[in-house]
T-cell receptor, first 114, second 113 residues
Framework: AQTVTQSQPEMSVQEAETVTLSCTYD???????LFWYKQPPSRQMILVIR??????QNATENRFSVNFQKAAKSFSLKISDSQLGDTAMYFC???????????FGSGTRLQVQP | SAVISQKPSRDICQRGTSLTIQCQVD?????MFWYRQQPGQSLTLIAT?????????ESGFVIDKFPISRPNLTFSTLTVSNMSPEDSSIYLC??????????FGQGTRLTVV
């Protein structure tokens, strides 16, 4: 079974600064996908970024980028130029391509300070 | 992309009663997933629902407590039966219709009193 670990329950960052959220995972699979989801107070789960395990290049989406270290089973999220709207819970998630179900980490609550 | 409409968005229920949550997808999907998110916690998979077969439940979740229906490829329901205050959570449905991007309903915030 896969496990996903987020060791930072809460993080705080000043507006316009950069913050990195950590995530590690454990799996015996070779093909899988990793995700970062954002959950604002509205409860809606919003996909932030996705990484395919077979790709060595780190995914980037505008201000969001990941540092994917497959051998170390690490998948951190970097948010650059933080904005107040980035305040939310962030979940790291693993997709087992066989089961097609997501396994989530415990989440990191990010607060962007003005 | 896919849009999943989930309702109700919230409800307050008496203990011992049941609540049925509905999810409607705007496209046909093979699998739908139901998650529970307890207060301040992460999402935990309850079950996987395929059309035409019984749902597959994760450890710790049973059909008598969380019966699921999947009558067609665009619709599913989750019932929370014989509720107790411990069932107070957010319940979310999800699907991965294309490629590997998961889509979620808006969530149902359930409070049992």
């Amino acid at each position: 079974a896969q496990t996903v670990t987020q060791s930072q329950p809460e993080m705080s960052v000043q507006e316009a600064e950069t913050v990195t959220l950590s995530c590690t995972y454990d799996t015996s699979e070779n093909n899988y996908y990793l995700f970062w989801y954002k959950q604002p107070p509205s409860r809606q789960m919003i996909l932030v970024i996705r990484q395919e395990a077979y790709k060595q290049q780190n995914a980037t989406e505008n201000r969001f980028s990941v540092n994917f270290q497959k051998a170390a089973k690490s998948f951190s999220l970097k948010i650059s130029d933080s904005q107040l709207g980035d305040t939310a819970m962030y979940f790291c998630a693993f997709l087992d391509t066989g089961r097609r179900a997501l396994t989530f980490g415990s989440g990191t609550r990010l607060q962007v300070q003005p | 992309s896919a849009v999943i409409s989930q309702k109700p968005s919230r409800d307050i229920c008496q203990r011992g009663t049941s609540l049925t949550i509905q999810c409607q997808v705007d496209s046909q999907v093979t699998m739908m997933f139901w998650y529970r998110q307890q207060p301040g916690q992460s999402l935990t998979l309850i079950a996987t629902a395929n059309q035409g077969s019984e749902a597959t439940y994760e450890s710790g979740f049973v059909i008598d407590k969380f019966p699921i229906s999947r009558p067609n490829l665009t619709f599913s329901t989750l019932t929370v039966s014989n509720m107790s205050p411990e069932d107070s959570s957010i319940y979310l449905c999800s699907s991965i219709p294309v490629d590997t991007e998961a889509f979620f309903g808006q969530g149902t915030r359930l409070t049992v009193v």
